[in-house]
């Protein structure tokens, strides 16, 4: 039934729940796609990204949240902002992938930095991002 609710969240029907955990799953690659950036094709990416969510994220999220062997600890791991299952996975993940893949395209040509591309438009992504961000926090 999807309005019973769960015992994680007493209040809130459990599909929305599900949801609201849905969003963490897809917001939590984002936070790696710089580590990518000129070092992987999109379709590799994606690929990386879908095996990482199965095989990574989702069992670390079940240990922490879902009642897994790291919530049965003595003391129990508890991770209420998701620095450990969003955070600590993707900064882990994005330091592998780096350090597998290299240095990006053109890194000694432009001396490490390089020059931007379309400023207007990064301000518009910092701004949607900062929005939404804003917003999706709001509701944890």
Avoid at 28 to 46: Q, S, V
Avoid at 53 to 61: C, F, K, R, T
Avoid at 66 to 86: C, H, K, Q, R, Y
Wanted: glycine share 8%; proline share 6%.
């Amino acid at each position: 039934d999807y309005n019973t609710c769960s015992r994680h969240a007493p209040n809130v029907p459990a599909a929305l729940y599900g949801f609201f955990q849905m969003m963490f799953a897809a917001i939590t690659p984002l936070l790696m796609t710089g580590a990518f950036a000129e070092r992987m094709r999109f379709k590799a990416y994606m690929i990386y990204i879908i095996l990482w969510e199965i095989l990574i994220y989702y069992p670390v999220a079940h240990w922490i949240w879902g009642d897994g062997w790291m919530s049965t600890l003595n003391p129990p791991v508890e991770d209420f902002a998701g620095g450990i299952v969003i955070h600590t996975t993707a900064g882990a993940a994005s330091l592998v992938c780096a350090l597998v893949l290299g240095q990006r395209k053109d890194f000694d040509k432009y001396d490490g930095e390089f020059p931007p591309s379309n400023l207007p438009l990064a301000a518009l992504r910092g701004a949607l991002l900062w929005t939404s961000w804003f917003g999706f926090k709001a509701g944890s």
